[in-house]
């Protein structure tokens, strides 16, 4: 642990009052305040305190609750064609339907993400902590409502699911397990 000289002037004025609970020599690398090390948070430029880290989180992601909410939209409405694409997918033959919602459910995920980055960038190169999240569970939402009458009946009659609808819950699912990866990927 480096500790910066007291006389070095703080080269970033922290948000919030840090103040530790114990004299220390550890100090912030940004504000230059004493540092307790149960607190101090490591960055590549060195130890800091953790109102710098929040303040950072906050200005690297931007994302307001519109931006969210027309991603949200977004994932809802591709989740619905891609549950009825599912559906169709599925037919006659399971061996092949299986086979190919494994082919297709990923790729299917994976441009929905990319549709998703290319969006948030229109939008004025909006980053959101959690678009990942918020995008996965619109899209399994939308994808899971265009099974819910045929999940209903298996519910209510107590009737074993087809093998396609197991088939096409599990595409959904799968697409939603794609995005959210990929998304990931990119916030990085
Ligand atoms: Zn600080």
Redesign the pocket.
């Given at each position: 642990m480096s500790a910066i000289p007291e006389s070095s002037p703080p080269e970033f004025a922290?948000p919030g009052n840090?103040v530790a609970s114990q004299p220390s020599s550890l100090r912030?690398a940004?504000?230059g305040?004493p540092l307790d090390v149960k607190d101090a948070r490591y960055t590549p430029t060195g130890y800091?305190?953790p109102?710098?880290v929040k303040a950072r989180v906050a200005t690297f992601y931007n994302a307001g609750f519109v931006h969210y909410l027309v991603v949200g939209a977004l994932c809802f409405v591709l989740g619905l064609l891609i549950g009825v694409l599912m559906r169709l997918v599925v037919v006659p033959i399971p061996f092949f339907s299986l086979w190919i919602t494994l082919i297709l459910a990923p790729l299917l995920g994976g441009g929905v993400a990319e549709l998703i980055r290319r969006v948030m960038r229109a939008m004025g190169d909006v980053r959101g902590q959690h678009t990942w999240l918020v995008s996965a569970v619109l899209l399994s939402i939308g994808g899971l409502l265009v099974m819910v009458p045929e999940l209903s009946l298996v519910l209510l009659l107590a009737r074993p699911p087809s093998f396609s609808l197991l088939i096409a819950l599990g595409g959904v699912l799968l697409a939603a397990i794609a995005l959210a990866a990929r998304l990931r990927e990119f916030s990085r």
């Open positions: 922290c840090y912030c940004k504000c305040r800091v305190c109102y710098y």
